[in-house]
Each structure stands twice: as C-alpha cells, then as structure tokens.
C-alpha cells in the first residue's frame, strides 16, 4: 500500500511541475536571474560549448558559459564539435526531418601524437618540434604524456617543445589549482591556475582545447608557447628573479629592487608566487634620473604583487591589485575596437594609462608583465603643481586650499592626510548643522588654513596600516599649532565589509595612497574642526541647563572629561526631558524625582550611566544605518543599546528598563574639542544594582482661610488678640459669626534610602 502511494504521489509530483513548466514557458537558458547560460544539448549531439573573446579566439571552460561582462564588453559562447570529434564533409542528411549529425568524425586515439597536432590547423606549426622530442621518439619511453600544443604566433621565437610535455596523462578534470607539473626535460615545473570563469590556465596560457587523445598521452591546445610570446625566449625560467635578470629588457629595473624582496623573488622553495610588472629598460632609466637610493627601491617595489596573477585571471573591466608594499594598482582590461584585442593597462592615481605590452612570461614562482612605462609614484609636488592630476583626483578645490597656507609639514615626520573630493564643498554648504561655519570659512583666511591642517594627522605610520576591522584608535594630533588629541578613526561594518571613517568622513574601501611621507585618503566630506569644550556647550545652550549644574556638581569635566578626551560620547536630557510627564503646568516641581534624589556619588553613577568612552557620530553622517542595533557599554558599567528603526529613530536603553520609556535622540552631534553631545527628550533610568533604592517620604500641607463678621464674640474675653494667633480656631468655635475657607492643599516629597 505504501509503495503505491508512493509511486501516485511522485506521479503527481511530475504532473504538477510539467504543468507549472509549460505554463510559464520555462526554457533553460532562463535560469538563475537572467543569467544566459548555454546549452550544448539544444546544439546537436557531441556539441560543446566554448567562450569566444573578440578577436575569435576560442577557449575551453570548465563550466557551461554564460553572458558576463570580459573587458567592460558582454563575452560571446559558441558550439562546437567536442574534443576527439570534428565535422564529417560526407555526413548523410537527417532521416525524417531529423538535424543530421555535425559532428560525426571521431579522431583517432591511435594516431602519433605528432601525427594529431598536424592535422589540427591552429596548432599544427608545433608538430615538428614536437617530434624532435626525445622522451616521445624512444620506443621504450614510459608513458603515457601530457601535450600542451602551443597556437604559434608570427613573432614568436625559437620554442622549447620538451617544456610542453609532462609524463602523466592529466584529464582536465585533473588539473586542480595550484598543481606543479613536471616537464620530461625537468628543467621546470608548469603551474596550474583555475579563472573563476571556468577557463584554465597552464603557467597563464589559456588552455583553448583539451582532453584530445593520441598513442603517447593526451594533448591539450593552448593559447601560446609557454615560454611566453615575442622573440626574447631565451631566458632563464628558474624563478621569477633570473627571469627579471636575465630578460634584456627587465635587467635595469631587476637591478634595483630590494635587496629581500630580490631574495623572496628567487626563493622557488618557499612556496609563495609573485607577479612583476617590470617597465622596459628604457622606462626604467627615466625613473633612475628622478629618484636615488632606497627611494628608488620603494619605486621598484611598488611594481610587484603577492600572488600569481595572470592576464586571463584581468578579465574585469577593473582590477584592483595590491603590491607587496600595500599600494594598489589599478589595472583597466578593454577591447581594442580596431584589432578586437583585448587591451590591459594600468591606469595611475592621476589618470595617466601605463600599457602591458607583453604578459604572461612565467617562471617558476610567479610571472612577469612586461610595462611600456614605470608607475611612478604619487608626489607632493605633483599633487600641488601637477593640476591635471588633482582634477583626476577630483580634490582640485581642496588643493588649491593647501596650496594658500602654510600646512606646517615636517620632512621628517609622517602624516595622514584626509582629502576631500570637490563634491565635500557643495555637501559642506547645504549641510544645515555646519552653515555658519561655511560662511566663516569663505571669509576668514585664518580659518581656511585652520580646516586646511585639521584634515593633516600627525602618524608614525602615516595610517596607512589599518586593513583589518577595529574599534577606536587612540586618538591623533592635526597639524594645527598647540591642538588638541582629537578622536578621528572609527570602522564600521558594511555589506561590501569594514569602512574606515575620519569623523564622520567615510573612506569606503580604506584605501591610502602613499605620497612621500604621507598616506592620502580621499573622502566625500569635510571635516569641521570644534572649537568648544563639552563643559562649554552645556553652559551656553538654554535647554541644558539641568544637566549641565549636575554635571559641575559632580566635577565630570575634571574627573571623566579630560581623562577620556577625545573619547567622550555624553548623552544628556532636555529640560523638558526632565519634566515628569505626570506633572500639570500648576505643579510647584514638575520634574523627575531624579532630578533631586541622587546626590554626590550616586548622582555621579547616574551621569555616568549616560557616558559612553567612545567618540560616536550618528544621524545622516553617522555610523549608525537606519533598521541596526548597536550595544555600547557605559561608563556606569551598564550596558547601552541603540536601537535606530527603519525611520531613522534611535531610541537608547538598557535591559532594565522598559523598551517604552527609552529616550529618544532629539539632536545629534554637537562636536567638541574633547567628546561629542547628544540631546535626549527622556532620562536613562539608573538600574538597581548600580543606584540604591529610595522610599518616598510624603508630607500634606492644608492652606485654610478664616475670617468673623465682629469681634465681640461670645465666651472670648480678647477675641481679636486670640483670632491673630489662632484664626481657624476661633472662627470654628463660632460657626455663625465666622467662616472658614480651604484655601489650598499641597503636599511634598523627599526620599530617603530604603
């Protein structure tokens, strides 16, 4: 009975999706959000599918292909015969209207491997160097081998074909990422890449074919010889270092990089890999005119990269790579529109474009790419003068500003500098809060040099080390005379990972560029330099005046302020936040019973509850996304949360206390020297555990008013002296000839520990 029902219930199964199928029309090649991928099967038996780049190369994937973007252009598959198969001129038509079979031919397994590469047009140059390989020609040879047969170029040289020739037969499916293979003559090993696209790479040549069989092994078609395109082949491929020096065109630059990292470019046994993008000699002997030393080494460093890299791996219309020095390199891929060759080059910090001329020349630990000109590094000077430069930057305007002030900038010393782009003015002049200082800045030349080195932070390591997610730093000092420790760093997560903020400044990738002895970071904002205390912003604003005589009263500046500063986040009630909201606008006291039962230490641990060591911006420029929930320990030891809801609204509160009452913030970031302020509507309520419980000790007062028609009054031998002391008395001992009125009842309150 249960393998029937089973069986109905999968019949129905197949019912209802073929149903659902038909009735939206469902095809393959619609799968995965718009993703087009291919579909061998649609094209024919013994029909696979390839990528094809622009200029009709074609080359094998791992995976079926799909429309992505390859070098800013959408990236095309074909279909053609599988590998071993190829098309048959005297194929037979369809048989009742059936798509007769392309690809009917099978290649023969058993030819000569020589033989098959011959009959092969893209790859057939190669078949006579091949068979001059002595492993292959010697009938007792252990086998079986692997080929990679090489696409031959116009311009290419002499070609060692024992270096295309490992013993094993590797499959495709075999050559996993990062494997080592052997070559008969052992002279080297061929190192194994995977692209995320599905394509593979051996030492960087794209494999274009694979998998075709022969007598001695298998053969696999690739892009180019594997000792790299061009006429310089005769170089020394044991490591990435004899390559440099032994290349004609690389000896130069080989010559002056440091001497470890020469050492690390020459370890093959260490197990790291690099990429060099080595400038020509000619390039590299204009850079030596311009810089000496360990200058020049810096230079030279800034042009390798940890890791292989290979050309096929730059198929973004982007790439961003990091040197072993930490910089970033920008590499553009493109499709020339006249040659449909795809084009990579370096695009610098001010836009200049530096071409790959010759790529993937690999070595044992890595590959070199050959440049048409030197990165040069980023200058002060260049930045000052060069104006091109700075309008690519997009900072032209604030560098005009530091180009009319004396920035006190030590030689010696090491600096961050934040930058901000020509966007940050016109954001500076519509930002409400920061109007009146705009309006300053346009007029006071004292004060634009002021923002000018606020934005300049003194740092021994020019900052430029901060990669990982952190909290606050320790503070720095700008470049203004006599300045305060400012808080400037903060990190916040992100969906795209950790962004760096100075203030509220967002720097979204934590990228610095190295200019002599500064680290630049470009930003979308300014910075407003305070000019007041904390103490300072509660004496002069009229809605604080509560909090800030309880916070002279408790000495928070001596004992907290200037001990944390800049790290101080004081979260301080309204006047009107301190009203009880039970209270009538008759009431003698209308305020909080908080406002008056905390005295000395305890009131001190009550304003604490309301400091947070932290240097904390929020609202619009905040650290704080709209729908988050951020949990922040007080200086009371109790912890806070901030709650900010999909509109925007931060409430703050603690376990303790009832989410309904949290306060709500009213006015966010009133910046000071030493901390930052936010205005509350409501108090944080003091736990149990941290403010000691009071009783409330209520005492009724009765105003009563008296007063008698006459003062001869029966039985009162001096009732007008009496009525002065005592007039309710009186009056009530004569209810008819006096009256006695209840003026008004009032009753006070004080607590007392419990």
Same mark, same amino acid.
């Given at each position: 009975?249960?393998?029937?029902?089973?069986?109905?219930?999968?019949?129905?199964?197949?019912?209802?999706?073929?149903?659902?199928?038909?009735?939206?029309?469902?095809?393959?090649?619609?799968?995965?959000?718009?993703?087009?991928?291919?579909?061998?099967?649609?094209?024919?038996?013994?029909?696979?599918?390839?990528?094809?780049?622009?200029?009709?190369?074609?080359?094998?994937?791992?995976?079926?292909?799909?429309?992505?973007?390859?070098?800013?252009?959408?990236?095309?598959?074909?279909?053609?015969?599988?590998?071993?198969?190829?098309?048959?001129?005297?194929?037979?038509?369809?048989?009742?209207?059936?798509?007769?079979?392309?690809?009917?031919?099978?290649?023969?397994?058993?030819?000569?491997?020589?033989?098959?590469?011959?009959?092969?047009?893209?790859?057939?140059?190669?078949?006579?160097?091949?068979?001059?390989?002595?492993?292959?020609?010697?009938?007792?040879?252990?086998?079986?081998?692997?080929?990679?047969?090489?696409?031959?170029?116009?311009?290419?040289?002499?070609?060692?074909?024992?270096?295309?020739?490992?013993?094993?037969?590797?499959?495709?499916?075999?050559?996993?990422?990062?494997?080592?293979?052997?070559?008969?003559?052992?002279?080297?090993?061929?190192?194994?890449?995977?692209?995320?696209?599905?394509?593979?790479?051996?030492?960087?040549?794209?494999?274009?074919?694979?998998?075709?069989?022969?007598?001695?092994?298998?053969?696999?078609?690739?892009?180019?010889?594997?000792?790299?395109?061009?006429?310089?082949?005769?170089?020394?491929?044991?490591?990435?270092?004899?390559?440099?020096?032994?290349?004609?065109?690389?000896?130069?630059?080989?010559?002056?990089?440091?001497?470890?990292?020469?050492?690390?470019?020459?370890?093959?046994?260490?197990?790291?890999?690099?990429?060099?993008?080595?400038?020509?000699?000619?390039?590299?002997?204009?850079?030596?005119?311009?810089?000496?030393?360990?200058?020049?080494?810096?230079?030279?460093?800034?042009?390798?990269?940890?890791?292989?890299?290979?050309?096929?791996?730059?198929?973004?219309?982007?790439?961003?790579?990091?040197?072993?020095?930490?910089?970033?390199?920008?590499?553009?891929?493109?499709?020339?529109?006249?040659?449909?060759?795809?084009?990579?080059?370096?695009?610098?910090?001010?836009?200049?474009?530096?071409?790959?001329?010759?790529?993937?020349?690999?070595?044992?630990?890595?590959?070199?790419?050959?440049?048409?000109?030197?990165?040069?590094?980023?200058?002060?000077?260049?930045?000052?003068?060069?104006?091109?430069?700075?309008?690519?930057?997009?900072?032209?305007?604030?560098?005009?500003?530091?180009?009319?002030?004396?920035?006190?900038?030590?030689?010696?010393?090491?600096?961050?500098?934040?930058?901000?782009?020509?966007?940050?003015?016109?954001?500076?002049?519509?930002?409400?809060?920061?109007?009146?200082?705009?309006?300053?800045?346009?007029?006071?030349?004292?004060?634009?040099?002021?923002?000018?080195?606020?934005?300049?932070?003194?740092?021994?390591?020019?900052?430029?080390?901060?990669?990982?997610?952190?909290?606050?730093?320790?503070?720095?000092?700008?470049?203004?005379?006599?300045?305060?420790?400012?808080?400037?760093?903060?990190?916040?997560?992100?969906?795209?990972?950790?962004?760096?903020?100075?203030?509220?400044?967002?720097?979204?990738?934590?990228?610095?560029?190295?200019?002599?002895?500064?680290?630049?970071?470009?930003?979308?904002?300014?910075?407003?330099?305070?000019?007041?205390?904390?103490?300072?912003?509660?004496?002069?604003?009229?809605?604080?005046?509560?909090?800030?005589?309880?916070?002279?009263?408790?000495?928070?500046?001596?004992?907290? &302020?200037?001990?944390?500063?800049?790290?101080? *986040? !004081? %979260?301080?009630?309204? #006047?009107? =936040?301190?009203?009880? @909201?039970? $209270?009538?606008?008759?009431?003698?006291?209308?305020?909080?019973?908080?406002?008056?039962?905390?005295?000395?230490?305890?009131?001190?641990? &009550?304003?604490?509850?309301?400091?947070?060591? *932290? !240097? %904390?911006?929020?609202? #619009?420029? =905040?650290?704080?996304? @709209?729908? $988050?929930?951020?949990?922040?320990?007080?200086?009371?030891?109790?912890?806070?949360?901030?709650?900010?809801?999909?509109?925007?609204?931060?409430?703050?509160?603690?376990?303790?206390?009832?989410?309904?009452?949290?306060?709500?913030?009213?006015?966010?970031?009133? @910046?000071?020297?030493?901390?930052?302020?936010?205005?509350?509507?409501?108090?944080?309520?003091?736990?149990?555990?941290?403010?000691?419980?009071?009783?409330?000790?209520?005492?009724?007062?009765?105003?009563?008013?008296?007063?008698?028609?006459?003062?001869?009054?029966?039985?009162?031998?001096?009732?007008?002296?009496?009525?002065?002391?005592?007039?309710?008395?009186?009056?009530?001992?004569?209810?008819?000839?006096?009256?006695?009125?209840?003026?008004?009842?009032?009753?006070?309150?004080?607590?007392?520990?419990?």
């Amino acid at each position: 009975m249960m393998s029937e029902m089973k069986v109905w219930i999968g019949l129905l199964t197949v019912l209802l999706t073929s149903r659902l199928l038909r009735g939206q029309d469902y095809k393959y090649s619609q799968q995965f959000g718009g993703l087009n991928y291919a579909d061998p099967d649609s094209a024919g038996y013994r029909q696979c599918a390839y990528w094809e780049l622009p200029d009709g190369t074609q080359l094998h994937s791992e995976c079926d292909p799909y429309n992505m973007e390859r070098c800013g252009e959408t990236a095309r598959f074909i279909y053609k015969c599988c590998s071993g198969f190829e098309e048959d001129p005297d194929t037979f038509g369809g048989y009742r209207r059936q798509q007769p079979v392309k690809c009917s031919r099978m290649i023969s397994p058993y030819n000569e491997c020589a033989e098959t590469i011959l009959k092969s047009a893209e790859v057939a140059p190669f078949s006579p160097d091949l068979s001059a390989v002595s492993e292959l020609k010697n009938e007792e040879a252990e086998g079986p081998f692997t080929i990679f047969a090489p696409k031959m170029g116009e311009d290419d040289g002499p070609i060692e074909a024992s270096e295309h020739v490992v013993r094993g037969r590797f499959y495709a499916e075999d050559l996993k990422e990062g494997m080592e293979l052997e070559t008969v003559d052992g002279r080297r090993k061929l190192y194994v890449s995977r692209f995320g696209y599905g394509a593979l790479g051996i030492d960087c040549a794209e494999i274009t074919d694979v998998d075709l069989e022969c007598r001695s092994g298998i053969i696999h078609k690739i892009r180019h010889p594997l000792n790299g395109r061009g006429t310089f082949t005769n170089t020394d491929r044991t490591s990435v270092m004899s390559l440099l020096q032994s290349h004609p065109e690389t000896q130069a630059f080989a010559d002056d990089l440091p001497p470890d990292l020469k050492r690390d470019l020459g370890a093959v046994d260490s197990g790291k890999r690099y990429t060099v993008l080595a400038p020509r000699t000619q390039a590299w002997n204009d850079i030596k005119r311009q810089f000496t030393g360990k200058k020049l080494q810096q230079v030279a460093a800034r042009h390798v990269l940890p890791n292989q890299v290979c050309s096929g791996a730059l198929v973004s219309k982007v790439n961003q790579k990091s040197t072993v020095l930490g910089d970033k390199v920008k590499i553009i891929c493109t499709v020339d529109k006249q040659s449909s060759q795809e084009k990579r080059y370096i695009m610098t910090e001010c836009d200049e474009a530096i071409n790959l001329i010759e790529t993937d020349m690999a070595a044992a630990n890595g590959v070199v790419h050959l440049l048409e000109k030197a990165i040069k590094p980023l200058t002060t000077k260049m930045l000052l003068e060069n104006e091109k430069c700075a309008k690519a930057l997009k900072v032209n305007e604030f560098v005009k500003l530091l180009k009319e002030c004396d920035l006190y900038i030590d030689d010696n010393n090491k600096y961050a500098v934040i930058l901000p782009r020509d966007e940050s003015f016109q954001w500076w002049s519509s930002y409400e809060q920061f109007r009146e200082e705009y309006q300053r800045f346009q007029v006071d030349k004292e004060y634009r040099c002021k923002v000018a080195r606020y934005h300049i932070v003194n740092s021994n390591d020019k900052l430029d080390s901060m990669e990982s997610f952190a909290s606050h730093t320790m503070g720095h000092r700008t470049n203004n005379k006599k300045d305060y420790l400012y808080e400037t760093t903060y990190f916040t997560k992100t969906p795209q990972g950790p962004m760096l903020n100075f203030h509220y400044s967002p720097i979204p990738d934590m990228t610095a560029l190295t200019v002599d002895n500064m680290a630049i970071y470009i930003t979308s904002r300014i910075n407003v330099p305070p000019e007041k205390n904390l103490t300072d912003i509660l004496q002069e604003r009229p809605d604080t005046t509560l909090t800030n005589k309880k916070t002279i009263d408790t000495e928070m500046d001596a004992k907290h &302020f200037q001990k944390n500063a800049p790290r101080n *986040l !004081y %979260l301080v009630t309204t #006047d009107d =936040g301190w009203k009880d @909201p039970r $209270s009538s606008a008759q009431s003698l006291n209308p305020y909080r019973s908080e406002n008056t039962m905390y005295q000395g230490e305890t009131l001190e641990k &009550f304003l604490l509850l309301h400091h947070v060591p *932290l !240097y %904390l911006w929020g609202g #619009d420029i =905040g650290y704080f996304p @709209p729908n $988050s929930v951020h949990k922040f320990m007080s200086s009371a030891g109790v912890e806070l949360t901030f709650w900010r809801d999909a509109s925007g609204v931060m409430r703050i509160g603690h376990d303790e206390m009832p989410r309904d009452q949290w306060p709500k913030v009213v006015k966010w970031n009133l @910046p000071a020297r030493d901390g930052i302020i936010w205005l509350l509507d409501g108090i944080l309520q003091c736990p149990s555990t941290l403010c000691p419980l009071y009783a409330e000790d209520i005492d009724y007062y009765d105003m009563f008013v008296a007063a008698c028609q006459t003062a001869h009054l029966p039985g009162e031998e001096n009732a007008a002296a009496d009525f002065r002391k005592k007039p309710t008395d009186v009056a009530n001992r004569h209810p008819d000839d006096c009256t006695v009125v209840l003026q008004l009842s009032e009753q006070s309150m004080r607590y007392v520990e419990a």
